[in-house]
């Protein structure tokens, strides 16, 4: 498997640097923004404010004087100095400036920033650890994705006319190689080059990383133990339906810290809610989220499990997939989870404007009659 930018499925969404755009690019640290960025528009300047000499710089500069001395150019880490965003927006709305690209890690500061300073004027994207579409694919574009195939469709059924009863049958595929590297390893780009202990000291110093900087864009925590071991916690929950109380007791902490905490995760791509379904006329249905961890490496490093992938994991795996293609190609789809008071439960379902599709995730090699009773169940409500 090799990486390449042009596979990215957001590749294909981005504006051209040749338009009159601002664009912002959010994600977590080591998606791969700033490759992405830099190559769809290569004829930029780019200037990157994590370094302090180039904050310095750009805070000093008088608005009037931003289109001759930046001009176009993709800024990174942009949330990091906010005296850019009311210059940049003086030198667009004079002319001066017609393409600008921002990007950043912390989500809620970065739009915070973009709604308060630049709206209206702005394109806004994300960027996800790497999907198996784009990890599957063997030349300069992504593997089709059936799933998108499926949520787009008006008839999904058609789409599964001519596709196999058994996907990826070659265990040599490289969709099935790109599955397992999803599973063991996560999505991020630069684990793709590198040797298997090697992999796991970058997800420990990725980790370490986002608690001392990302984390710090969001918040000033006193106790950043406490938080380490409130998203081992969270890692090791991912794929369970959701409790404030339960979570904070055994992370040692309070509710209101835990739902805190689990913001902080979820403002910084790191984890993210699947929230119920929902409906008139159904009852005894469960009205919690489930909590998910957007990326699989990191839930192995946190947990410190690096053998096959059980169910939980799994399911994982199957959801993230689902969401990253859902806000990557914004489709128009919103995913849930189903489950009743009584245990019975869907893993996914998708609403679409034509319906409401229904995924199962089973970590095993066959399938029963017993894995579709709740979506007959359902689809005869």
Avoid at 138 to 162: M, N, T
Avoid at 170 to 193: I, N
Avoid at 287 to 312: H, I
């Amino acid at each position: 498997m090799t990486y390449s930018p042009a596979k990215r499925l957001l590749s294909q969404r981005l504006p051209s640097s040749d338009k009159r755009r601002l664009a912002v690019l959010t994600g977590a640290r080591q998606v791969g923004k700033t490759t992405l960025a830099r190559a769809a528009s290569s004829d930029l300047r780019y200037v990157n404010l994590d370094a302090v000499e180039d904050r310095a710089a750009l805070a000093a500069l008088p608005a009037r004087e931003w289109g001759a001395t930046v001009g176009r150019a993709i800024l990174d880490e942009a949330q990091k100095e906010p005296a850019v965003f009311e210059k940049l927006k003086f030198a667009y709305d004079a002319g001066d400036v017609d393409f600008t690209a921002l990007l950043g890690s912390a989500q809620i500061i970065l739009l915070q920033q973009v709604r308060e300073t630049l709206a209206g004027r702005v394109l806004l994207y994300e960027l996800w650890p790497l999907c198996l579409s784009e990890l599957a694919a063997s030349g300069d574009e992504p593997h089709a994705s059936l799933f998108a195939a499926l949520v787009s469709s008006p008839r999904p059924v058609d789409v599964l006319k001519d596709t196999p009863s058994v996907l990826l049958a070659d265990r040599e595929d490289g969709a099935v190689m790109a599955a397992r590297h999803l599973a063991t390893w996560g999505g991020m780009p630069a684990l793709l080059h590198l040797a298997a202990d090697e992999r796991r000291d970058w997800l420990r110093s990725c980790h370490d990383t986002y608690l001392q900087r990302d984390l710090g864009d969001l918040v000033r925590l006193r106790d950043l133990a406490a938080f380490h071991r409130f998203q081992r916690l969270a890692a090791l929950r991912s794929g369970t339906v959701l409790g404030y109380a339960d979570l904070a007791r055994d992370a040692g902490t309070s509710p209101a810290t835990a739902r805190n905490c689990l913001e902080y995760l979820r403002l910084s791509y790191q984890a993210f809610l699947l929230q119920p379904f929902a409906s008139s006329t159904m009852t005894g249905l469960v009205k919690a989220p489930k909590l998910f961890r957007a990326d699989l490496g990191v839930v192995r490093y946190l947990a410190g499990s690096w053998g096959p992938a059980p169910g939980a994991l799994f399911e994982t795996l199957v959801v993230a997939e689902a969401v990253k293609l859902i806000r990557t190609l914004s489709l128009d789809a919103e995913p849930r989870h189903y489950r009743t008071r009584s245990g019975a439960e869907i893993d996914l379902l998708v609403e679409t404007p034509d319906g409401v599709l229904a995924f199962e995730a089973k970590a095993r090699a066959g399938r029963a009659s017993a894995d579709f009773r709740t979506m007959r169940h359902l689809a005869g409500a």
